[in-house]
């Protein structure tokens, strides 16, 4: 049950990603046609509010609800982050999503999205398959 | 009622910004858990198809925390779409309606195009390559980075993560590539 309250988190946020529109197909078209500002607002104070808050939680060693500290994984370079990020890329103006709101989308009632989401299963399934040959 | 009217209007970029930032501070304080929805899809081959892979042999329960945050994303998903939405078009700036125009793309009804999401497409070439090919790329391009638009551009950001800026950027450039160099040859030939 200890789970259930990231379904909760989820339920929000999957409500925020429909009311915010980046889920829309049309807002990706924009955002690489730079032709609204929308998306890159979004995400730009997505990651201020982000900085801030990690910043506010480091310097007043805020703790999580059961009392632990809170600890955050640095992220280690590798050319993944190069050549993984291209191919994502590429995905994310077709599909018009990247992986949180494939699962929206299904949500809002475009099923068929569905396909896209075994689909990016599989890839993710073949990357696991072929990671030790590819370069890192 | 008024508030429900409130809400279901379009939301602000910055008040949908702000709102998605939240989210990671939340999962922090919920339970340590680090943004990022990408690896659901590791967490869901290493349940149901580990196939003897190493990248999938690991205790994915204990991670399982990611997958009731998805399960989650989708009831939210449709919360909102049935209940939260104001039933107008969504507005598009008019440069993108010209071009998406050009592309057969006319009905902003919904947030995506029906004349290239729905299930009638799904065995015809508009399907293959956006959802079976789109959707491979987006699968197999997040693991390959070790995380998406939320692990990297939002909570790596977030933390200051240099290799996460390398992601993003790279993410972007894939993204300018496909709209400008793929996508409008993908059109040329389904039309």
Same mark, same amino acid.
């Given at each position: 049950m200890k789970n259930i309250k990231y379904l909760i988190a989820g339920i929000f946020f999957g409500i925020v990603l429909v009311k915010a529109q980046v889920i829309s197909w049309f807002r990706i078209q924009e955002m690489f046609q730079l032709t609204s500002f929308h998306m890159y607002g979004v995400i730009g104070t997505a990651v201020v509010t982000g900085i801030i808050s990690l910043q506010l939680i480091k310097r007043f060693n805020i703790k999580t609800i059961s009392g632990e500290p809170v600890s955050v994984k640095p992220k280690t370079f590798d050319k993944g982050q190069i050549f993984g990020g291209l191919i994502f890329g590429l995905g994310w103006a077709i599909t018009g999503a990247c992986p949180g709101p494939i699962f929206a989308q299904i949500g809002t009632?475009?099923? %068929? %999205?569905g396909v896209t989401l075994l689909s990016a299963i599989a890839g993710t399934w073949v990357y696991g398959a072929i990671q030790a040959k590819l370069p890192h | 009622m008024q508030l429900l009217k409130f809400i279901q209007q379009p939301w602000h970029w910055s008040v949908s910004g702000l709102l998605i930032g939240l989210t990671v501070p939340v999962l922090l304080l919920l339970g340590n858990k680090a943004f990022g929805i990408s690896s659901s899809l590791r967490h869901i081959c290493a349940a149901c198809? =580990?196939?003897?892979i190493s990248f999938f042999k690991y205790d994915w329960k204990k991670e399982s925390w990611n997958l009731f945050f998805v399960a989650g994303i989708v009831l939210g998903g449709f919360l909102a779409g049935h209940?939260?939405?104001?039933?107008n078009d969504i507005q598009v700036a008019a440069a993108t309606q010209e071009r998406l125009a050009t592309y057969g793309i006319h009905d902003?009804?919904?947030?995506? =195009?029906p004349e290239i999401f729905?299930?009638?497409?799904?065995?015809t070439w508009k399907g293959l390559i956006f959802f079976v090919f789109g959707g491979f790329l987006v699968g197999f391009g997040t693991r390959y980075a070790g995380g998406c638009t939320s692990g990297h551009s939002i909570m790596g950001l977030s933390n200051l993560q240099w290799p996460s800026l390398v992601a993003t950027v790279c993410f972007m450039a894939g993204g300018f590539f496909s709209t400008h160099l793929l996508i409008p040859y993908f059109f040329k030939w389904f039309n």
């Open positions: 009632g475009f099923t %068929v %999205v | 198809f =580990p196939a003897n209940y939260l939405q104001d039933g902003y009804s919904a947030l995506l =195009p729905s299930w009638s497409n799904l065995f």
